[in-house]
């Protein structure tokens, strides 16, 4: 289970698929209003096969951006950790940035592309993205 020191509410994702290359990379928004439930400077959550870019945590409170060089990914619990030098306090509203990337797969789980032959020539159709990795990719492990 996630800790609850911080409740995420509000999520911006977009996310641009490379189908010939099998790619996928967007970029996530995660808003925590008032929700930051006691004094962290960590915040952790859900994340398998992705490639983390430009994590930054904006603290209303503090008036800073910080910035995580160096999530920490554990791929044996699907989980990352990012840590901020300044503890974001409690009460105050914090904003998470990041990019990210992966790789479309061919197995029905994750973020995955389908494809189909017409006159000879493979072609591929939007991918597919299922509830369980979408909340990988929001982060937050909940429904």
Do not use: W
Not at 41 to 52: E, G, M, P, Q, R
């Amino acid at each position: 289970r996630l800790p609850l020191d911080v409740k995420p509410t509000h999520y911006d994702v977009s996310i641009k698929t490379d189908l010939e290359n099998s790619l996928f990379e967007g970029v996530v928004k995660i808003e925590y209003p008032a929700d930051v439930k006691k004094k962290t400077s960590t915040i952790v959550f859900n994340s398998a096969d992705l490639k983390l870019n430009d994590t930054s945590l904006y603290s209303d409170e503090l008036k800073i951006m910080q910035v995580d060089h160096s999530p920490s990914l554990d791929d044996k619990v699907e989980r990352c950790v990012l840590s901020f030098s300044t503890p974001v306090p409690a009460g105050s509203k914090a904003t998470l940035s990041m990019s990210f990337s992966g790789e479309l797969t061919g197995a029905m789980m994750g973020s995955y592309k389908s494809s189909f032959e017409h006159d000879g020539t493979k072609k591929y159709y939007t991918p597919h993205i299922t509830v369980t990795y979408l909340r990988i990719i929001r982060g937050n492990g909940r429904a």
